[in-house]
């Protein structure tokens, strides 16, 4: 089964952006725009790798982060940051962090740097 | 008067045998066995000379020593040590001992010492005469300085005129700042020129009413505080005058004391600091604005790169459906990019405001032309409510226009993003009041909390994150400020918000003060 790939990010454009580089890769992907509803979907669809936005209106992606990593069953799945924001240590076990604008061919060598190639 | 002698050692047989020696040499010889005892003798009897033991049970002679000479340091005091104490010796002289003399004592030795103290006291005390002398001789030369000053044969000479009374107050009065004097039922007794001429004539008023237009004191006053510490205060300060017109001022406070150094009276001075707090929030906000500018071009960016790739991998799946959702967000991207070019420019560029007669009907339905097609993208309903008559009124159209244009912009946002309800609207009011126009959007989108709303005018925080650059209702607030407007918003979370804007006439407007004219924009 192909790897699965959860998107957060409170803007649909890159969130559509994120799912079209990542699923003509092979990788099959699902998504959140706010922090609340990302959590449901990582109980849900127990993704192999997230991408994190950091400033997101209703909730702060560390802030997400702090709360997913509470559930021992959550905490171990590798997050890669793609934020315009400069806080590089905001989530300090973060396997990467890529900064907007971010060239595909290097989101798709880290993620397959952290989880492998799809299948 | 002879001089007192305290003598410390712990063995009996010295303390008899010098104390004996000493009495005969004309010394009042007091003795204790230890330290302990000799700090209490010390204390009570202030001995002019010790003579004590380096080496004692309990406190040593070395911290004797510095304790006497932190309670009085002009104590004599002279160590015995035992033969090859060299070291504490020299310890001893660097803690000021007037000397040492090593046991067994001898009467030479001893006497040598002593005449070093009693020599060092009777400096000290000549010195104190002379400089008690010399000051008693300061105070009777003056005293007759100043009766020559006042006969009248000096004032006819000419040589020393008294100051005259009526040139101090001249220069209080054409000093370049306010300067007024308070007393402590916050009444002004004194003003300046400059202060009568912008703020009124004092006669009684309390300095509350004229600086601040307010009712009761200020919460912080720098007066009160000099009164209460009898230091002077430096403080910033907001000043109101009659019309209306507000300041940032600079406040300096200091006492004015009677003739018995009593404060009676506290003298202030202010000086207007307005241009230099414009020029710091310009400074603040343009940081702000270069963090904020910066981190939503990153977004935009993001966002075409989007667009982009989804073209080039519609056209390669020869899939027409993604090339076209390719080419939306392309053109998105473009329009937000050009929405906060816009406003960059509208920041960087302080542009004259310049009123011409407006069909006010005619203004507001080019207004709302210009979002409906965006409301309409969005399932949102405009309702617009224009009085009937509301006839025409001076504006700049082209600066009004975009400042509303950003409130209808946020309301359609706030409506956007609010996923709560089913329906949303947008209400859009004009209406004339008694010298002024009130434009009012009213939306039933997410709303503000108090911490948000208390930010949105003045800081570039935006609470659209990678939508917003938060400049929009910055902008919106400067075009009315300059129109001498005013611009308020009502919300509640959930709810939804109003905005609301002010214009007055032409010639109504408050003040004067700070609205920018066409000669500053030259400048």
Request: hydrophobic share 40%; aromatic share 6%.
């Amino acid at each position: 089964m192909a790897k699965k790939i959860l998107i957060i990010d409170d803007d649909p454009i890159i969130v559509k952006y994120l799912t079209a580089v990542l699923e003509d890769n092979g990788y099959t992907t699902c998504s959140a725009t706010t922090g609340a509803a990302a959590l449901e979907v990582v109980k849900r669809e127990k993704p192999d790798l997230i991408t994190l936005d950091l400033e997101m209106p209703e909730e702060w992606g560390p802030h997400f982060y702090r709360r997913m990593t509470k559930d021992p069953e959550l905490q171990d799945i590798p997050v890669i940051v793609i934020s315009g924001m400069a806080g590089r240590h905001a989530i300090k076990k973060a396997v990467a962090y890529l900064s907007k604008p971010f060239d595909p061919d290097k989101l798709l060598l880290t993620v397959q740097r952290a989880i492998g190639l799809p299948d | 008067m002879k001089p007192k002698l305290l003598l410390v050692d712990d063995e009996e047989g010295i303390r008899k045998v010098l104390g004996i020696s000493l009495a005969d040499s004309g010394y009042t010889v007091l003795s204790a066995e230890n330290g302990e005892e000799a700090l209490r003798i010390f204390e009570s009897q202030q001995p002019d000379i010790v003579l004590t033991d380096i080496k004692m049970p309990g406190m040593d002679g070395i911290t004797l020593l510095r304790r006497i000479k932190q309670q009085n340091p002009e104590t004599e005091v002279i160590m015995i040590t035992g033969h090859g104490d060299m070291e504490l010796a020299i310890k001893s002289l660097q803690y000021d001992a007037t000397d040492f003399v090593t046991k067994p004592i001898s009467d030479d030795a001893l006497e040598k010492s002593l005449q070093k103290a009693r020599e060092r006291i009777l400096i000290r005390r000549k010195l104190k005469e002379y400089t008690e002398n010399l000051e008693s001789l300061v105070h009777e030369k003056s005293a007759r300085l100043q009766a020559v000053a006042k006969s009248p044969a000096s004032q006819a000479s000419g040589a020393q005129q008294p100051p005259d009374p009526s040139r101090y107050h001249k220069i209080f009065d054409d000093m370049p700042c306010y300067i007024t004097v308070r007393d402590r039922q916050y009444h002004l007794t004194a003003a300046n020129k400059l202060f009568r001429q912008d703020f009124g004539e004092p006669g009684g008023s309390c300095c509350y009413e004229l600086c601040k237009q307010a009712a009761a004191p200020c919460e912080d006053c720098p007066a009160d505080k000099t009164f209460h510490s009898g230091c002077p205060q430096q403080t910033e300060m907001v000043f109101k005058t009659q019309t209306g017109a507000s300041f940032n001022t600079l406040v300096w406070t200091t006492p004015v004391r009677d003739a018995h150094g009593e404060i009676t009276h506290v003298l202030v001075m202010a000086t207007n600091i307005t241009q230099l707090s414009q020029l710091q929030d310009h400074l603040a906000s343009l940081g702000l604005m270069i963090g904020s500018v910066s981190h939503a071009i990153k977004g935009m960016l993001t966002g075409l790169d989007g667009g982009m790739y989804l073209i080039d991998a519609g056209f390669a799946h020869e899939d027409q459906a993604q090339v076209q959702e390719g080419w939306e967000v392309v053109k998105l991207m473009v329009g937000r990019i050009r929405g906060m070019v816009l406003d960059i420019l509208y920041q960087a560029k302080e542009r004259a405001v310049v009123r011409t007669p407006v069909d006010l009907a005619v203004f507001a339905e080019e207004l709302t032309s210009l979002i409906a097609p965006k409301m309409k993208r969005h399932g949102i309903r405009l309702a617009q409510e224009f009085a009937p008559g509301v006839g025409r009124f001076e504006l700049d159209a082209g600066q009004v226009q975009a400042a509303l244009v950003n409130i209808l912009e946020n309301a359609v946002d706030a409506c956007i993003e609010d996923r709560q309800k089913t329906e949303h609207r947008v209400v859009f009011r004009v209406r004339r009041e008694p010298q002024q126009v009130v434009f009012e959007v009213e939306d039933n989108g997410i709303g503000m909390d108090a911490d948000t709303r208390a930010g949105i005018f003045t800081l570039f925080a935006s609470s659209k994150a990678d939508k917003g650059t938060g400049l929009g209702l910055f902008v919106a607030a400067k075009i009315v400020h300059q129109h001498g407007g005013e611009i308020t918003v009502a919300s509640a979370p959930g709810e939804g918000s109003c905005f609301t804007v002010r214009l007055p006439a032409v010639g109504a407007e408050p003040g004067g003060f700070p609205h920018t004219t066409p000669e500053d924009q030259e400048a």
